[in-house]
């Protein structure tokens, strides 16, 4: 074979060929050089559409990316689980210091929230001790409280309580005559409290002009003050503790001057860098070994979404030779579908995932360190970038075709899913509407617009249809018979026709993947190419061999590295 090739040399032909035969040869070597090009670009493809596992029979390539991937998975879902452990002593631990708060500051308080409020008053008597009852525990909470609390500065760079009141500017107003005389614009009046002031006798800051409240126009009575605490259950953990403050705000509202007011506590946690951590022990040297840990797995991402990025670069670079040479070839362009081919959405994910990984694990880094204290972003990051890396498992179960059905399946669906959700949606919206108004002083699941969408997205599963039904308040027959004609309307057409239709999209889709995967899928240009051979039967029989050895003698360096994509 490498005698005839040999013998083929182009300029050997021009020597023996005369002037008389050069044009013919000249043309003779156009055709074969096309035909070898062809040849070339076709063994490129069918490599590059191949799967790992094809590709390793076929060439022996080991395939880098799937068992890093493989890895990538183990190690992220590895570091996601040690931080969910760790965020969860965070969340824990603000929401007991939430529950003791509100029974430390909170006169009477039940150990349950009424309502979206704490509880409530209902005498004015009730409201000045419970007031008064806040303010002298928070003087004395040194005394009281089982944690690990300090005071902290407000805003005002002031350690104590700040109270502010809200009240209409001035009016009077007489029910009995049905006369009322009021200025609407607010007037805010703040009081600060240090420590010094309430160590006083409390009669001296309680016979304060402040506290002498116009309850017929008293809107709301807020107190504010800041506590420090340090979270020590983590060295359980074996890992550095934490530093928080407390944004604790109390609140009497009286804006409905209904004679019920409502109190609502609400505790804002924010965790801060320790000044000076003074711990012996083993804490130190497992939080180097976790930080060790965090790095590899920015290595691993690292790698990974190089060889992504490599690879899609690559996979532009051979549709390029595609196109240009189907239009030379064919005169016409090659469709959108085909085209897309090139470009692995897979890879477009992983990248992703990859991008989120890194900057979270460096986020993460930088919080076990304590030189950050944002949970919530890093969170984000680590939770999106492991779904993603779970998602991706889906392109290796895609190889066999019984796993095959889904992603087909979910890939043929999804653009009429989009179009009739876009359809039913605008439908949806319109009961949301139609519900919020009508049935929203009526029902509690229809006060506002997002308890509408989520109560009716609950009904469209079947969720808590009875409680729908019977929580209307039957004080307006006309508006109870229209809550059943908005409720059974709603649940017929979603549940039997909207959703029906919806299931029935997918259906279809699932049963065109299965005849196309027993009568065969139709043929794109770009499959009927890689079918094709080089030439017609004599080329399979006599010159395969010829044009496979002639095509791994013409790639050169730049060349090579096209079939090393996938």
């Known amino acids: 074979m490498a005698r005839g090739v040999e013998a083929l040399d182009l300029p050997v032909w021009s020597r023996a060929s005369g002037p008389s035969r050069g044009p013919q040869c000249r043309g003779a070597m156009a055709h074969l050089d096309s035909e070898v090009k062809e040849e070339c670009l076709r063994e490129d493809l069918k490599f590059y559409f191949m799967n790992p596992c094809e590709k390793f029979r076929a060439r022996q390539q080991i395939p880098w990316k799937m068992g890093l991937q493989i890895l990538k998975i183990v190690m992220v879902t590895t570091q996601l689980v040690r931080f969910g452990l760790s965020n969860q002593l965070v969340v824990a631990f603000k929401e007991e210091n939430t529950v003791a708060f509100k029974h430390l500051f909170l006169k009477g308080y039940s150990g349950v929230d009424e309502d979206e409020y704490s509880c409530s008053v209902y005498t004015q008597e009730d409201t000045y001790e419970s007031i008064y009852f806040a303010i002298s525990q928070f003087h004395q909470l040194r005394n009281l409280s089982l944690g690990t609390l300090g005071y902290g500065e407000n805003e005002d760079n002031r350690i104590g309580l700040k109270v502010c009141k809200q009240h209409y500017k001035k009016g009077t107003m007489f029910p009995s005559n049905e006369t009322?005389?009021?200025?609407?614009?607010?007037e805010i009046d703040c009081i600060h409290l240090d420590l010094q002031t309430l160590s006083k006798t409390p009669q001296?800051?309680?016979?304060?002009?402040?506290?002498?409240?116009?309850?017929?126009?008293?809107?709301?009575?807020?107190?504010s003050f800041h506590l420090k605490g340090i979270d020590l259950q983590t060295i359980h953990s074996r890992e550095l503790p934490d530093c928080y403050i407390f944004q604790n705000t109390i609140i009497f509202d009286n804006k409905a001057h209904s004679g019920k007011l409502k109190i609502y506590f609400d505790s804002d946690a924010n965790i801060e860098e320790c000044k000076d951590l003074n711990i012996s022990g083993s804490i130190q040297k497992n939080t180097q070994y976790v930080l060790v840990f965090d790095a590899f797995v920015i290595v691993i991402c690292l790698a990974s979404l190089i060889l992504c990025t490599r690879s899609i670069v690559l996979g532009l670079r051979l549709r390029k030779r595609f196109l240009d040479f189907f239009l030379e070839k064919y005169k016409r362009c090659v469709c959108n579908a085909d085209q897309w081919e090139f470009i692995n959405r897979w890879y477009i994910l992983v990248i992703i995932s990859d991008l989120m990984t890194i900057i979270g694990s460096i986020l993460k880094m930088e919080i076990k360190a304590k030189n950050l204290t944002n949970y919530d972003l890093c969170s984000i990051l680590l939770g999106t970038s492991t779904l993603f890396v779970w998602v991706g498992v889906i392109r290796y179960l895609g190889y066999f075709q019984a796993y095959n059905v889904l992603i087909l399946t979910m890939q043929a669906s999804l653009p009429k899913v989009l179009r009739f959700c876009a359809c039913a949606g605008m439908i949806y919206l319109g009961y949301t509407f139609c519900g919020?108004?009508?049935?929203?002083?009526?029902?509690?699941?229809?006060?506002?617009?997002?308890?509408?969408?989520?109560?009716l997205f609950s009904l469209v599963n079947g969720d808590d249809m009875y409680a729908t039904f019977a929580h209307i308040q039957q004080k307006s027959l006309l508006v109870w018979l229209f809550s059943r004609l908005y409720l059974y309307s709603f649940i017929s057409l979603f549940i039997y026709m909207i959703l029906s239709l919806f299931i029935a999209i997918i259906t279809d889709s699932y049963d065109t993947i299965k005849k196309y995967q027993q009568n065969g899928f139709p043929a794109t240009d770009l499959q009927e190419f890689l079918k094709e051979c080089g030439s017609k039967e004599k080329c399979q029989k006599e010159s395969s061999s010829f044009l496979s050895c002639i095509c791994c003698l013409r790639r050169n360096g730049s060349d090579d590295h096209l079939t090393l994509i996938n």
Do not use: M
């Not at 009322?180 to 607010?186: C, G, K, Q, R, T």
């Not at 919020?436 to 109560?455: M, Q, R, S």
């Open 436 to 455: 919020w108004i009508v049935l929203g002083p009526y029902h509690d699941k229809f006060e506002n617009l997002n308890t509408v969408a989520e109560c």
């Open 180 to 186: 009322l005389n009021i200025d609407s614009d607010i």
């Open 204 to 223: 001296d800051w309680k016979n304060s002009s402040f506290f002498r409240l116009e309850f017929y126009r008293l809107l709301q009575v807020e107190i």
